[in-house]
């Protein structure tokens, strides 16, 4: 049963390909890499969280609407493909304090938008992000889908692996030509991506149905 609905606007997806034995060791032992043409990949996505709202229930003054920034991998298990999020950081205090008390990794982080220009920043820990970018063509192509249609994610709480799923429609995609100013996030992958360049995307609008988590393993 879906539990509430969201819509992220000028999402941001930058791709960077990673050695599978480099980061299978950040993964939870249950899942498998999903590997693409002998690579695993890491993204970054970034996005405006818009009219965030439980199922019928109104959005809700100051948890409704912020910006937000996932690091993630994509992952297998039992026959599904999804992601696995290393972190997801977002601009609401509030929404961090709820979201740890279930043990998932919700980290409070200044986000700032501007026209083509997205900044990440934290108090607490050297972590940063700073990125230009402009959309381009509409694109279609077989893996760009494959990084970026995924309707399961999973997040290990305690000793058991939970299993959250989302419904939306097919992305609208644009390529988008990106470049990074500045880089530290996973600096536990450090020296492995970030003075690289990426494959970036972009998709102005998507509204997504969040659905109940669902244990997967204990």
Do not use: C
């Not at 009219?51 to 003054?61: E, K, S, T």
């Amino acid at each position: 049963m879906w539990i509430g609905t969201q819509t992220w606007q000028d999402v941001l997806f930058l791709h960077w390909p990673i050695a599978p034995k480099i980061l299978v060791k950040y993964i939870p032992q249950e899942l498998k890499l999903d590997i693409y043409k002998d690579n695993a990949w890491l993204s970054v996505v970034l996005f405006k969280v818009k009219g965030q709202r439980l199922r019928f229930l109104p959005p809700l003054p100051g948890i409704s609407s912020y910006l937000q920034l996932n690091v993630r991998t994509y992952v297998e298990y039992n026959g599904r493909k999804g992601i696995y999020f290393f972190h997801l950081d977002i601009t609401n205090q509030l929404l961090v304090k709820l979201a740890t008390m279930g043990s998932l990794p919700y980290r409070y982080t200044e986000i700032f938008l501007q026209q083509g220009l997205y900044t990440s920043r934290y108090k607490t820990f050297d972590e940063r992000l700073r990125v230009i970018y402009k959309p381009a063509d509409n694109t279609n192509l077989v893996f760009d889908q494959w990084l970026v249609e995924r309707y399961h994610s999973w997040a290990k709480w305690g000793n058991a692996l939970f299993r959250i799923d989302i419904q939306h429609a097919p992305w609208q995609l644009q390529q988008a030509y990106a470049t990074i100013q500045s880089n530290t996030l996973a600096p536990f992958l450090k020296n492995t991506f970030q003075h690289t360049q990426p494959i970036a995307h972009y998709a102005k609008q998507q509204v997504a149905k969040v659905f109940l988590p669902v244990i997967e393993h204990t």
